[in-house]
Nanobody, 124 residues
Framework: QVQLVESGGGSVQAGGSLRLSCSAS????????MAWFRQAPGKEREGVAG????????YYADSVKGRFTISQDNAKNTVYLQMNSLKPEDTAMYYC?????????????????WGQGTQVTVSS
């Protein structure tokens, strides 16, 4: 089993920045893929950024490309999401997810492990 705990959400004005953290514990050696998803009220859960931990390759949704950066600190078993130039449409609950292997990183159905979520609110 793998446990994920997110932190770092909050309220900011448009143009501001936040950094989300996802701390993993348990059988973390089994995890090759980690990702950040978000879900706004009334909308489907969408992939924001994905990370192939083994290759160090990162992937982004078009809507956040150039503004968000996913990174990892292996020593701390932590994955980060640096969010810059935030927009009101980035407002959502953000979730960290992990899986041994995710063929399509943005498909939330492929992830077995989830954090509890952290709220991000961006005001105009």
């Amino acid at each position: 089993q793998v446990q994920l705990v997110e932190s770092g959400g909050g309220s900011v004005q448009a143009g501001g920045s936040l950094r989300l953290s996802c701390s993993a514990s348990g059988l973390t050696y089994s995890i090759n893929w980690m990702a950040w998803f978000r879900q706004a009220p009334g909308k489907e859960r969408e992939g924001v950024a994905g990370l192939d931990r083994g290759r160090g390759s990162s992937y982004y949704a078009d809507s956040v490309k150039g503004r968000f950066t996913i990174s990892q600190d292996n020593a701390k078993n932590t994955v980060y999401l640096q969010m810059n130039s935030l927009k009101p449409e980035d407002t959502a609950m953000y979730y960290c997810a992990a899986e041994k292997y995710a063929g399509i990183w943005y498909d939330w159905h492929q992830y077995d492990y989830w954090g509890q979520g952290t709220q991000v609110t961006v005001s105009s």
